[in-house]
């Protein structure tokens, strides 16, 4: 399949409007770009930063709505002047001093746009002293990869890498977040247990990032540090030769080399192509260099909704590792007998204090048959629904919101 019409079919999947006002949208996939960044706090480094920001705004242009700098709560709209004299301020800060700053085409903070940029420059003493990474993170629409638009994606891409200090970065498909991003974890858990293929979590740098990759995506940035951890530039390009057949390339650019998986990104969408082969030869060629462990790329459960843990963090870290690591398998509850053998006398265990109520949340979509009897609760449709066990789970599929997904809290015991 095409892969426009791949994405037509699978996009309300993975689009969200806002509970108050569906028609703007809080989560969505999109095309997304990030650079981790090292010494992003010297001067020459700043100063190409805000470079970078003005070759951004050629791209985006006047699709632009808002910004912040400095502070979230330092929110403006977007103009030309403004943007100019935020970028000049980020040329001139000091070494001592923090930059961060994000701009969007959304219709507010709460909201997300297929166009912006999002970043953060450590001050020097806490990367120093605490080993921190900076970041870029770029939004751009899938719609900008047609005609010529892979050509200029990928140059796109080498000449930001020559020009910030980038240590590591990936670039492909991923879901796009608005500032409020914490609000809506969930539903990106879901999404991303069906897209594979997409990159995941706040780009916020944990340090173990330092030690090595995120994961693969349809383009992998690699500093040319990295090579010799990969046997060496020759060495890598071999092994890249010997998986072109699973549509994997290699392109250098000033700093380093891009790890190239197919013509065009995949969405590992599970209903279809889960494994993506060049995704998973990517990850094969790169693993030696993929960090050992993941830090939990969301903040935890606020009601029980399931989010990313530690444990399906590094699920996710090695979902092309194998089929059937990601998305994880439901654990069976293992049936014991219900009281001693016959030959064996019974014995009283001690009395126990009560515990505290537990549960797990268990979840389900229209169409499917519902897997537990009970009182099912849909967010988006705002309403609760007695269902048996077998019987299919209402719909719509759909809202203007998003895709409609069932909640079942599961009580312990």
Request: one cysteine or more.
């Amino acid at each position: 399949m095409e892969f426009f019409e791949e994405w037509d079919a699978a996009k309300w999947h993975f689009t969200y409007g806002s509970e108050d006002d569906p028609d703007k949208v809080v989560l969505q996939g999109g095309l997304v770009i990030v650079f981790y960044l090292l010494k992003s706090y010297a001067q020459a480094n700043r100063s190409e930063l805000a470079g970078v920001m003005r070759r951004l705004e050629e791209i985006m242009g006047r699709r632009l709505h808002w910004g912040y700098w400095e502070h979230p709560r330092k929110r403006g709209k977007y103009t030309p002047e403004r943007f100019s004299a935020f970028a000049e301020s980020v040329r001139t800060q000091p070494p001592t001093h923090v930059v961060q700053f994000t701009w969007s085409s959304g219709q507010g903070y709460d909201f997300v746009g297929d166009w912006g940029m999002r970043g953060f420059s450590q001050m020097s003493l806490k990367e120093e002293a605490w080993k921190d990474l900076s970041y870029l993170q770029i939004y751009l629409p899938v719609e900008v990869l047609r005609g010529d638009g892979r050509a200029a994606f990928e140059k796109l891409l080498a000449e930001l890498a020559m020009r910030l200090p980038v240590l590591h970065g990936h670039a492909g498909l991923g879901f796009q977040q608005c500032d409020e991003f914490h609000r809506y974890e969930n539903l990106e858990f879901e999404q991303a247990e069906q897209f594979l293929g997409f990159d995941v979590g706040d780009p916020l740098a944990h340090d173990e990032l330092r030690e090595g990759i995120k994961s693969v995506n349809w383009y992998t940035i690699l500093h040319r540090s990295w090579l010799e951890k990969l046997g060496g530039r020759e060495a890598l390009e071999r092994a890249v030769q010997d998986e072109a057949a699973n549509g994997l390339s290699l392109i250098d650019y000033a700093n380093g080399v891009m790890v190239k998986a197919g013509e065009w990104p995949s969405l590992g969408w599970t209903e279809r192509d889960p494994q993506p082969a060049a995704y998973v030869a990517a990850n094969r060629l790169l693993k030696p260099i993929r960090v050992p462990e993941l830090r939990c790329l969301h903040m935890g459960s606020i009601v029980g909704e399931v989010r990313f843990d530690e444990m399906s963090s590094n699920e996710w870290l090695r979902r092309f590792d194998a089929p059937g690591i990601w998305p994880p398998r439901p654990v069976e509850p293992i049936a014991f007998p219900s009281g001693p053998a016959m030959d064996e006398p019974a014995i009283s265990p001690p009395p126990q204090a009560p515990q505290p109520s537990g549960g797990r949340v268990l979840r389900a979509y229209p169409g499917q048959p519902c897997p537990r009897d009970g009182d099912w609760f849909s967010p988006f449709l705002k309403r609760t629904e007695r269902l048996k066990e077998g019987e299919p789970m209402p719909g719509p599929e759909t809202t203007r919101q998003g895709a409609v997904t069932w909640y079942l809290r599961e009580a312990d015991g």
